[in-house]
C-alpha cells in the first residue's frame, strides 16, 4: 500500500479519480430514480426500487474501487478494470441511439480509466517491481 501521495503514480490517481466521479454518479442517478419511484406513479414499483437499489448499490461500489486505487491496494485493478469493460459496451449503446450527451463522456471515462489502470506505472504500483505480484514469499509488500 503506497502511504504517501508523493510515491503515487499520477496514472493511480487520474484513475482514482474518474472512478471515484463514476461511483458519485451511479449514488445519485440511483437516488434520483428512488426519489423519483416514491413521489410519483411507476408503473411496476418493486422494478423501480430495485433498479435505484442497484444504482446505489453500484455507485457505492465503484466508489469503494476507486479508494483501493488510491490507496494502490492490489486488490482494486480487477474491479476497476472489468467496471469499465461493462461501462463500454452501454456506452457504445448509447451512442448508436444518439444519446451523445451520455454515451461519449462514459467513452471517455472508460477508456481513461482502463489505460491509467494498466499503465506501467500503475502496474508497478500495485503489484510490485516486476509486475509479479510483489516480494518474495514471506516478504512484507
Do not use: C, N
Not at 445519485?28 to 413521489?39: D, F, K, N, P
Not at 430495485?50 to 465503484?62: H, K
Not at 488510491?70 to 472489468?82: C, E, F, N, T, Y
Amino acid at each position: 500500500m503506497i502511504s504517501s501521495p508523493a510515491r503515487r503514480p499520477a496514472t493511480l490517481a487520474v484513475a482514482a479519480a474518474v472512478l471515484a466521479a463514476e461511483g458519485l454518479l451511479g449514488l445519485v442517478l440511483g437516488g434520483y430514480v428512488a426519489v423519483e419511484t416514491l413521489i410519483g406513479k411507476p408503473s411496476d414499483m418493486s422494478s423501480a426500487l430495485a433498479v435505484a437499489a442497484f444504482g446505489m448499490l453500484a455507485g457505492a461500489g465503484i466508489g469503494w474501487v476507486a479508494w483501493g486505487v488510491w490507496q494502490a491496494l492490489r486488490w482494486s485493478r480487477g474491479p476497476g478494470v472489468v467496471t469499465q469493460i461493462f461501462i463500454l459496451p452501454v456506452a457504445i449503446s448509447l451512442i448508436g441511439s444518439r444519446q451523445y450527451a451520455f454515451g461519449v463522456p462514459l467513452v471517455v471515462a472508460a477508456v481513461i480509466v482502463l489505460v491509467t489502470l494498466l499503465a506501467p506505472q500503475s502496474t508497478h504500483a500495485l503489484m510490485g517491481e516486476d509486475g509479479s505480484g510483489g516480494g518474495s514469499p514471506g516478504s512484507p509488500d
